[in-house]
């Protein structure tokens, strides 16, 4: 993580600037996000575990679950992330017995809706690393694909900033 802070006390200026780095793997999967991490734990020797809060995001009134594993021998933090939530929009007047149930899915991340889950690590880890976790990911039966995403050029990278 690289910070940057500079003061101008003429100007009354002061400018904060965080770059924060991480990699991101993209996940497809039909699986319920638990059964994933099980299904993970059990061929990657990881052990992810459910989070105590999750991604709530009130504005948008959806919650996003996560699944964390600090990883001691690799100095890493990694954190398995569901992209869709699925809810009854929080404008909607309430149900009445004329009125249908309207749930719609909202997206962590909206230029992947295609990806069902994202795994966020923390950390330093080499290219080569990072691919070899993507190889073990795709062995997974119930995993349909995994691939890394350019966190450069995503539009909404603070969202995964927790």
Same mark, same amino acid.
């Given at each position: 993580m690289y910070l940057s802070v500079s003061f101008n006390f003429e100007?009354? +200026? !002061? /400018? !904060?600037?965080l770059d924060y /780095?991480?990699? !991101?793997?993209?996940i497809h999967s039909p699986e319920e996000d638990y059964r994933l991490a099980y299904l993970i734990n059990k061929n990657m020797a990881t052990c =992810?575990? +459910?989070h105590a809060v999750s991604l709530d995001f009130e504005d948008k009134n959806a919650c996003?679950?996560? =699944?964390? =594993?600090?990883? /001691?021998y690799t100095c890493t933090d990694q954190y398995l992330i569901s992209n869709k939530h699925t809810g009854s929009p929080k404008n909607k007047k309430q149900n009445t017995l004329f009125t249908?149930?309207?749930n719609e899915t909202t997206y962590l991340i909206p230029e992947y809706k295609n990806v069902d889950y994202f795994l966020k690590i923390e950390g330093d880890l080499s290219h080569s690393c990072l691919q070899d976790i993507v190889n073990k990911i795709n062995k997974i039966p119930q995993i349909l694909t995994s691939y /890394?995403?350019?966190t450069?050029?995503?539009n909404s990278r603070d969202a995964l900033i927790f």
């Open positions: 100007m009354q +200026k !002061l /400018t !904060l600037e /780095t991480y990699a !991101l793997i993209g =992810f575990s +459910k996003f679950s996560i =699944f964390v =594993f600090e990883d /001691t249908s149930v309207i /890394t995403i350019n450069e050029v995503l």
